[in-house]
């Protein structure tokens, strides 16, 4: 990586902090020469502080560490992305992210859809919502819904129609995340799981 730093205003460059799991963005900072080095020697992120006038390393004072990952240049070799794991919140604040997010792991559509259905349950109204049906009906009936689904799934993976495939994978999913709420889970839970089992 080769970044010259005595071409950007004051020797510094931006360093955009994202979570290595989660992706979301936690922070922004700015690194000298310096800061660079030590982040790479220490492998916890340092920063030069405009206002201190000086180096610090994140949770220096607080114990909320950034833990290197990794730090990639942009297209114009004028703005790092690295990647850190948090040690507890990253803003000064106490929130998760300098922008007071919760730093959740998402799923794009999927965790969309685990919000939908969660609102639903909570605003239960089973003669308009299939999904509040499901729950009014309980654990039993959205259990045998998931295996049904499960069933239909492997009808379809032994014929030759894609489309339909598809449709009954679909219908599995949607009544596997309604079993995972009922039983007081999310899809991350699982994924948590599936993440133990790395080896």
């Keep these: ?28 900072g700015y690194m000298n020469e310096e800061a ?5 020697e220490t492998q916890k992120v340092t920063f030069y502080s405009r206002s201190k006038k000086r180096l610090w390393t994140k949770g220096e004072e607080s114990g909320n560490f950034l833990n290197l990952v990794s730090i990639k240049n942009d297209c114009d070799d004028d703005t790092f992305l690295i990647q ?4 507890g919140p990253t803003c000064h604040t ?29 605003n239960a109204d089973s003669e308009k919502s299939y ?12 259990a045998q819904k998931v295996g049904e689904e499960a069933v239909e799934v492997v009808i379809e993976a032994k014929d030759d ?13 949607f009544h596997y995340l309604i079993l995972l709420q009922a ?17």
């Design 84 to 87: 850190a794991k948090p040690v």
């Design 94 to 122: 106490g929130a998760d992210t300098c922008w007071q997010e919760t730093n959740n792991e998402s799923y794009g559509f999927i965790s969309d859809l685990e919000n939908t259905i969660k609102i639903r349950r909570e």
């Design 131 to 142: 999904v509040a049906s499901l729950f009014e009906k309980g654990i039993n009936k959205i």
């Design 1 to 28: 990586m080769k970044v010259d730093f005595s071409q950007m205003p004051h020797g510094l460059i931006p360093a955009i902090i994202q979570d290595s799991e989660t992706k979301n963005v936690l922070m922004l």
């Design 161 to 173: 129609n894609d489309d339909l495939f598809l449709s009954e994978s679909a219908d599995l999913l």
């Design 36 to 40: 660079y080095q030590k982040t790479l």
């Design 183 to 199: 039983k007081g889970f999310q899809l991350n839970d699982v994924v948590n799981v599936l993440k133990g089992r790395q080896k």
